[in-house]
């Protein structure tokens, strides 16, 4: 079975930091893009930062030059490293894996059961 498993989420204080990690495990070949969602309170699940196989991180201008997303391929692991938090970065983030293939040639698109954030002041 596949499936995505995070950790590092908790309090923190305005301006500190938390790093997320999300490893995917199983019999997994390859994931092509792997992310990073929060939900807010009172919000839909919103996009905070991608990364594909080829690099190229991309990020919701919120979290532009705060946060920083990374991928270690040989672990299956993603980092969400997120730095001068904020209030307003408060929710339950969730990493999510898409066109991951398993050893057996299937194509999945996994969440993850999302782990809680909180910046208070």
């Known amino acids: 079975q596949v499936q995505l498993v995070e950790s590092g989420g908790g309090l923190a204080q305005v301006g500190g930091s938390l790093r997320l990690s999300c490893t995917a495990s199983?019999?997994?070949?390859?994931?092509?893009?792997m992310a990073w969602y929060r939900r807010t309170p009172g919000k839909q699940r919103d996009l905070v930062a991608t990364?594909?196989?080829?690099?190229?991180?991309e990020y919701t201008p919120s979290v532009k030059g705060r946060f920083t997303i990374s991928r270690d391929d040989a672990n299956n692991t993603v980092y969400l490293q997120m730095n001068s938090l904020k209030p307003e970065d408060t929710g339950v983030y969730f990493c999510?894996?898409?066109?991951?293939?398993?050893?057996?040639?299937?194509?999945?698109?996994?969440w993850g059961q999302g782990t809680q954030v909180t910046v208070s002041s």
């Open positions: 199983g019999e997994i070949s390859s994931i092509n893009t």
């Open positions: 999510n894996a898409d066109r991951l293939i398993t050893t057996s040639g299937t194509q999945k698109y996994l």
């Open positions: 990364i594909t196989r080829a690099g190229g991180p």
